[in-house]
């Protein structure tokens, strides 16, 4: 309930003295020194939540003095420093019932006050090559990752926890080998972070030297399923070869290839987009000989380009007469002077390398901005209404019973609750939407020509501040 | 006829909470949150020593505990649902989390005597099963509470809170930095049925357990504080109306009001206790929250001065076992490499 209040509070006190702030009988005392600089009062004020009146009636060593109710008291000890006071408040508003004060609330002053640990919400890794001990270890093909640990043939069971598995400890049961546990999991390519779990004890892979720290004082270790393989045909001569690229911000040294029978090769795990990239065979820079895409950089370099991930094709039937149709979205900063569509037979056609997720756009036709009059799901209104696609949808929103209804649109934490879309498509019957939704718990609603609904077909709900109810999604990895 | 003797258990419960909702009043404005939740039925089950009876083939069990921020997870099945427990020995029994529970309520309002607040609502309902790793019970009393804000909070999804009487019965080993939950059965005199060979406890503290709450003396600038062992407390927490000595060495770090619901004047405050000690140990650096917990206590029936949660837990190894009224500490040294 109160929570939302602490968000953004700052480190801890950098320039203050310890011991400025205390209980004492009933009373919350701070003992302030009328020389501080402008930074520690400013500090002062930030760490306690003192107002500015509070600050300067206190400087300005009035006695005593009311602010928004609250009556604070002043005391001079000695020269130049001076005890500020007032009586210790209730912990929440009298409104509340004391014994409704949520314990799992409390701390998260704790948390955004200490912060001790660090947030690995967002993982911004590029691309990454796997170091195990020996390529036996693990091993990913054809959408299958195989894990093995060997040894630990005494333990009853053995599970597999990790990122890929939501960090369940019960769901990836290992199967016993003669010399140690083995299982196969399908995974999409990506960076994944996991823990074996023998006879319920933690235990990091011991064969994997690559590891993260798990921010509880241990380390998780860490495995890549790739998705490309780089390769070089020829060059056998040569003493090394390393790939470098803007993925890796140019570095000359990281990525060895390794030596094939055709010449070289790498596998790695490169996240979805566009990447220029080039050789570097004994010292000499040279791009891909078999890759005929090639840009120039604008400094007189030449790369070798490749887009990660799938295609899709954006088509705008019509506009016969267009001089020039341009694509223009979310996915590339709104820029009209980028992505040109091409005129092919009765259309504009262009297809674009995205990430999955839901994507805003509009076509740009002679400088005039529409909407794709071929998808109905859009976001927003008049000038301000876009069309909206999912790329690579992993759940579908529906509505049945409502036949009759003019408009549908889902709201929710995904789209931090607007109004004004995700508008639902009417087909054969049932109000729809395909979304992508990163794994986690999503609360929604339908609105229903401006009325507020659960969805009838989900069974699971949670109350809001509202005294109605949200539906509850849960999406898994 | 398993079918029978569960409808039968379940009609005895039935008569019992309904013959008891009669001779209780119950408060309008019972608490939101689980740990807090004491309803004086639950009060009076303990008495007549109504605890889930453990089942499970294994002296000793290890059960992997995963961190959520501050809170301690267990992986659990109750009737089929898979999910995580938060480990909350705060709570004194078993806690649903009504998102996923909800249709139980209807059982519990209609059979069991449920117990409906003006603000919170809080459910009693029974479970067919619960299934922790090779722990498991069958028949369960279980509270039904709104948990929402812990998952949206946390991102994490939350079936509910495992209370302090699912596994009281067992010498437990908390190992916060090991992420490991250890339960080895005792025997009819309280002993532990396997050997601790490995622990050598620094400290045996003394510790008791009083309507399925844990509780320990522990000094603060010299004065002796009743405090609540509470796992699911990611802070600790100390009474306000704690003895003013108490306060001589406590610092306030930090201060915040709270302006909800058309108040202004209300505050938090976090404070370091820079004397404080367990048995002859002294602990460091301890964070508190500072606030009024004089509503808890009337909860829990039992005065306290304070709670001690994750910041206490993670100073070492601690193995607790109620039967014989006692807690081994091992104290982390310096944080020690993989």
Redesign the interface.
Known sequence: MFFLLFAGFYAKAQHLPDNICHVNNGKLVFTINLNWTDEQIHELSQTYELDSTVISSTFKELPSFTVNGIVWTTKIIKNNIIELSKELSPPFPPSVPANQIMKFDIPVLDENWIKKVASTTTDNTVYGINNLTNAKYFSYINDTATFFLYGYTYAREMFISGSFNNWSTRQSAMALTDSGWRISLTMKPGKYAYKFIADGNWLRDPNNKLKENDTYGGNNSIVFCYNYTFRLKGYTQAGKVILTGSFNNWNTKELKMQRNAEGWELPIFLKEGTHAYKFIVDKEWITDPDNKIIHSDGKGNVNSFIGIGDTLVFRLQGYQNALRVALTGSFNGWNPNELFMEKINNEWVLPYVMAAGNHEYKFCVDGKWITDPDNPVTIGKGDMMNSVIAFKPNYTFKLNHYADAREVIVTGSFNGWRTDGYRMKFINGIWEIPVFLAPGKYIYKFIVDGKWITDPDNQYWEGNEYNTGNSVLWIEP | MKKYIYALIITCLIIFFSSFSRTVTIDE?????A??VKSPAQLHFNTISYDPSPSGNFLT????M??A???LLI?A?IDGQ?GNLVFDT?ATDLVLN???F??YMAISNENAGGITGA??EVNRTIVGKVQI?DLFYENVNASIA?L??????K???ILGLLGLNMIKKFEMLID?????L?LTRLDKKGNSMVENQALHFDLVHKIKETNNIMLINANVSGKTLNFCL?T????N?LN?YAP?KV??S??????????????????????VMKDFSIGNKKISGM?T????L???S??YGIQIDG?L??DFFEKGVFCINLAKKEMGICFSKE?EA?
């Open positions: 404005s019972l608490p939101l949150i740990s807090f069990l290890t059960i992997p995963k961190h921020g501050r809170l992986e099945n898979t705060g009504k998102t996923y909800r249709d603000a919170g790793s709104n929402a804000h812990i998952e949206n909070r991102g994490i999804k916060l930095q090991k992420g490991k250890r509470d699911g407390a990611e802070s927490v306000s003013k306060f001589n406590v610092s306030i770090i930090r201060r915040s009001n709270l302006s909800g619901a058309g108040s202004q004047n209300s505050e938090v405050l976090l404070g964070q929250i500072i606030t009024n004089s509503a808890l009337d909860v709670m949660g994750y944080k993989e």
